[in-house]
């Protein structure tokens, strides 16, 4: 890359800084930190779901997945859960508001009590932990594709400031920093990447008569969603990255931050459609790459070096930018995230006297403390979306059946079965995953999880008597 790209890149990171302690002037207390004090209007609240769900996985994974298999594989079905997610959690965001909570622990713990709510906060600090290191693996491969020999710094040296920059704007901004930071992330990440890839990999590969070309020789397809055949397992990618909208608890904080009802509904229904608009965006940037970059051996790596072989200089900077954006935005909403179910959530439940004051100054050091072990996890990532998939299905599985009965079922469901839930939906599919990956019941283990949380808030809702009579605070 040229100088002027690395200028572009390093404004970039300055200015995310910049905003991050900007923002600290507007964090007072503990809903500024966590819910950026529920002020957010349309634009910045649809910047940020979208910036947060864009990470690593869904962009650098997500071409990668056109890469290999074209329109057959598994990214048109993982946007299309994405996107119906995201419109069914815009119908449900009312009833999430009415709840009053500041966060997906607090809202089970309004209906189900306390222990119900330490259950819930532990798988999403596991979850949040894990979504953070797979950002930084972003980051890692990035820098090894991205910026290859020309760049001085040791591969762990460079990954490790860039973490420190995301880590930085979080600890000192909270939320507001970061959905502002997600904002103007997304941004870039649509002009530098959805806008212009498909344009600049069409142009650079002869025309769209050459993509399609160049992917068919390859035996693929840019048109037929089962060119590939058709497999339960393609409806498991769906199912888990549609229950990752109302089960990844950084969305229902979404629904939560938004200055109005209005708000929220609005910007989740449009992100879900313009979901829809990335899908094609990415399907031609991978189909490109098919025909300028064949041979690729680690397909997560497609898009950072189409950008380093074929970006002109400036919109060069711009696109790593864009990336280094997506995994930004994402790394820093799941760090907030860890951060406020521990010391919220966790430590409210272990520590009844723990107070807000307290809870505001252990927050930004916990923050640090959790993005360092995010990268120590990092190592050992190998693949973005084949990780990312995995944890959306475990979380999926635990959290939305005891969300849905907290919203709309909370005196007919039993607070113990509720925790059992959540117990039986997160261990199920994290066993399965790690002992037969997806040689299971219908190709993956989202669909044994998600049947064993619901039958068992169902059926033990009918055994144990304990069903809450009145809304719990």
């Known amino acids: 890359m040229s100088s002027i790209d690395y200028i572009v890149i390093i404004l970039f990171l300055v200015s995310m800084l910049v905003i991050g302690f900007i923002a600290k002037g507007q964090v007072k207390d503990m809903d500024d930190f966590i819910l950026g004090g529920k002020r957010f209007n349309k634009f910045a609240l649809t910047g940020t779901i979208l910036a947060t769900m864009m990470g690593s996985g869904m962009t650098m994974g997500a071409v990668g997945s056109v890469y290999t298999s074209g329109f057959g594989g598994s990214m048109v079905w993982i946007y299309g859960g994405f996107a119906i997610g995201l419109i069914v959690l815009g119908f449900m965001s009312k009833s999430i508001r009415e709840t009053g909570a500041r966060s997906l622990a607090e809202i089970v713990n309004k209906a189900f009590g306390k222990h119900a709510r330490l259950a819930s906060a532990i798988v999403v600090v596991v979850y949040a932990v894990s979504l953070v290191a797979i950002n930084i693996a972003g980051f890692r491969t990035i820098i090894i594709y991205g910026f290859g020999d020309s760049f001085s710094l040791s591969i762990p040296v460079a990954t490790t400031i860039a973490t420190l ?57 840019m048109t037929d969603p089962l060119s590939n055949g058709f497999s339960p397992a393609l409806l498991g990618f769906s199912l888990s990255y549609f229950l990752a909208c109302p089960g990844d608890p950084t969305m229902p904080q979404r629904v939560l931050s938004a200055r109005t009802d209005g708000t929220a509904k609005f910007s989740f229904i449009i992100s879900g459609c313009c979901a829809v608009l990335f899908t094609l965006s990415l399907l031609f940037m991978g189909s490109s790459i098919i025909t300028l970059i064949p041979g690729i051996d680690n397909s997560d790596a497609a898009l950072p070096l189409f950008i380093v072989k074929y970006y002109p200089p400036v919109l060069k900077g711009i696109a790593i930018a864009g990336i280094i954006a997506a995994v930004m935005s994402s790394f820093s909403s799941f760090l907030i995230l860890a951060t406020t179910h521990i010391t919220y959530d966790i430590g409210q439940v272990v520590k009844e006297d723990l107070n807000e004051k307290t809870i505001n100054k252990i927050m930004p050091i916990l923050t640090v403390v959790i993005g360092l072990f995010g990268l120590v996890i990092a190592l050992f990532i190998s693949s973005l979306l084949g990780y990312l998939s995995m944890v959306f299905s475990i979380v999926g599985s635990s959290l939305v059946p005891v969300l849905f009965a907290a919203l709309y079922f909370r005196e007919k469901t039993s607070k113990t079965a509720a925790i059992l839930s959540i117990i039986v939906g997160a261990v199920v599919p994290a066993v399965l995953f790690l002992t037969k990956g997806y040689d299971v019941f219908l190709g993956d283990p989202v669909f044994t999880g998600l049947i064993s949380s619901i039958v068992v808030i169902i059926v033990g809702s009918l055994i144990f008597k304990d069903k809450p009579k009145e809304q719990l605070v």
Do not use: H, K, R, Y
Not at 179 to 188: E, G, K, P, R
């Open 165 to 221: 920059v995301c880590i930085t704007f979080t600890a000192v901004g909270g939320m507001f920093a970061v959905v502002w930071t997600d904002t103007a992330q997304l941004v870039i990440m649509v002009v530098g990447l959805f806008v212009l890839g498909p344009i600049i990999g069409i142009a650079s590969a002869g025309g769209l008569d050459a993509v399609t070309a160049g992917v068919e020789s390859q035996g693929l397809s």
